[in-house]
């Protein structure tokens, strides 16, 4: 049987060695990337059409999982095994941590990962979560098959089943993205290298000549009025006197 505090040291022995150390250190470099850069205003690069569509998928099979889980977690009667008080209360405590994980840890996870597909270390978490999952209600399904009615072991084989093919197409969806990111860290520190080694273009230099004279303001023109047309004078005409009438 396992207990509770045991769970998340035997979940990470689920993965290969390799996988585990791409993914814890591609985990940090994007949480460190993130706590950098939370002061400021950033745009997530788009995400392939197809990784999304490859998560939704996996998703929404971990979902009917989880939903089909709760539903048989509920109809199971522990109270009457056959067995002693103690391993039905640890049952019963599996039991509630497994309805309370479905409840609220997991469905904030997917929510998390809905909004960043390919956040590596939401989806580390995830993973995680589901090994957790997949080690307790292991436990829960053995117990069912000892001492529960044939119909509760049967029900909670299916759900068994069903979570272990999410984390399956999970894990494999993990070890895809943890190589994209590390092809992706190759390329970024290969294009640093070209930019540090090639030489900065020198700095423009601008002149400012202080003895250049200050311009002179340009003269106002004077405006002319035109001169009156000259008039030409008349000379006096001399007009002989009358001749006066004789008298006789």
């Known amino acids: 049987m396992l207990t509770s505090r045991n769970i998340l040291f ?19 470099c994007a949480q460190g990337a993130a706590a950098a850069s939370s002061s400021a205003p950033s745009t997530q690069p788009p995400v392939a059409y197809a990784s999304v569509s ?11 999982t989880a ?11 522990i109270e009457k095994w056959k067995t002693g008080a103690s391993t039905k209360q640890e ?5 509630q941590s497994i309805e309370r994980n479905l409840q609220s840890a997991l469905p904030a996870i997917i929510t998390e990962l809905n909004n960043s597909p390919e956040d590596v270390a939401v989806s ?8 957790a999952l997949y080690d307790v209600f292991g436990s829960v399904v053995e117990s069912a098959g000892a001492f529960g009615s044939k119909e509760e072991f049967q029900n909670l084989s299916n759900d068994m089943t069903g979570l272990e093919n999410a ?20 390329r970024l520190r290969a294009q640093v290298k070209t930019l540090s080694a090639a030489p900065p273009p020198p700095p423009k230099k601008i002149v400012v000549d202080d003895t250049e004279p ?11 009025k035109p001169k009156p047309p000259a008039t030409t004078p008349v000379a006096p005409t001399n007009t002989p006197p009358s001749a006066s009438p004789t008298s006789n």
Request: charged share 25%.
């Open 10 to 28: 035997r979940s990470l022995f689920f993965l290969a060695p390799g996988v585990i150390v791409v993914l814890s250190a591609a985990a940090a």
């Open 54 to 64: 490859e998560l939704n998928s996996i998703l929404t099979q971990l979902q009917k």
């Open 67 to 77: 939903q089909g889980m709760q539903t048989d977690l509920g109809n199971m009667r």
């Open 91 to 95: 049952t019963l405590s599996n039991v």
């Open 124 to 131: 580390f978490k995830l993973y995680r979560n589901l090994d």
């Open 167 to 186: 984390r399956r197409a999970f894990g494999e969806r993990m070890q895809k993205l943890a190589a994209s990111k590390e092809d992706e860290l190759t």
């Open 214 to 224: 200050p311009k002179k303001p340009a003269a106002k023109k004077k405006v002319t």
